[in-house]
T-cell receptor, first 114, second 117 residues
């Protein structure tokens, strides 16, 4: 089945690290993504990880993938107030028409307090 | 590169009328486009996948006659909400599949807020 689960809310203080967690069910996922959405806006790709990788780091962002447990996490170091947004994880799966499509989690609202 | 322009960004229409949303790829050819719907504080739900020159593939539970998708060229896909009702009010987002892009795989439009009154 196709299901992606996230915790709904996370609150941190400015300067702390944020860790957003995600679980997925489809073991055939090839790529997993993290997107950021600010109010009333579209989606901004933050980072992605290929399914044969365990970790990927990009500046303040660290993605950890535990393929055995189908668990994905996004760590934001030195969280800033500008990081306040909704964060979506998504898995890329292959549809019946052999077209890759994204299945999204419910989104985690990150609140950063000054 | 790989920019998708979505218009309009918001629209208010009367119940019973139809609304067309456009999604254009500005600097690349989009063979495949996706249409998503997002309710407030909820996730993006895939409605359909459209391939240029062929009929769209709709997800289970999405009414084909209600949400008409046309992907007649490699740079334009449209979603028409026919006979709109208040329950169709939502945020609609398009996405294009790209093979060479800093967005690696997908690029998204900025979304259209539809309000049916």
């Amino acid at each position: 089945g196709e299901d992606v689960e996230q915790s709904l809310f996370l609150s941190v203080r400015e300067g702390d690290s944020s860790v957003i967690n995600c679980t997925y069910t489809d073991s055939s996922s090839t790529y997993l993504y993290w997107y950021k959405q600010e109010p009333g806006a579209g989606l901004q790709l933050l980072t992605y990880i290929f399914s044969n990788m365990d970790m990927k780091q990009d500046q303040r962002l660290t993605v950890l993938l535990n393929k055995k447990d189908k668990h994905l996490s996004l760590r934001i170091a030195d969280t800033q107030t500008g990081d306040s947004a909704i964060y979506f994880c998504a898995e890329r799966i292959w549809g019946s028409s052999n077209t890759g499509k994204l299945i999204f989690g419910q989104g985690t609202t990150l609140q950063v307090k000054p | 590169g790989a920019v998708v322009s979505q218009h309009p960004s918001w629209v208010i229409c009367k119940s019973g009328t139809s609304v067309k949303i456009e999604c254009r790829s500005l600097d690349f050819q989009a063979t495949t486009m996706f249409w998503y719907r997002q309710f407030p504080k909820q996730s993006l739900m895939l409605m359909a996948t459209s391939n240029e020159g062929s009929k769209a593939t709709y997800e289970q539970g999405v009414e084909k006659d209600k949400f008409l998708i046309n992907h007649a060229s490699l740079t334009l896909s449209t979603l028409t909400v026919t006979s709109a009702h208040p329950e169709d009010s939502s945020f609609y987002i398009c996405s294009a599949s790209v093979t060479v892009s800093s967005n690696y795989g997908y690029t998204f439009g900025s979304g259209t807020r539809l309000t049916v009154v």
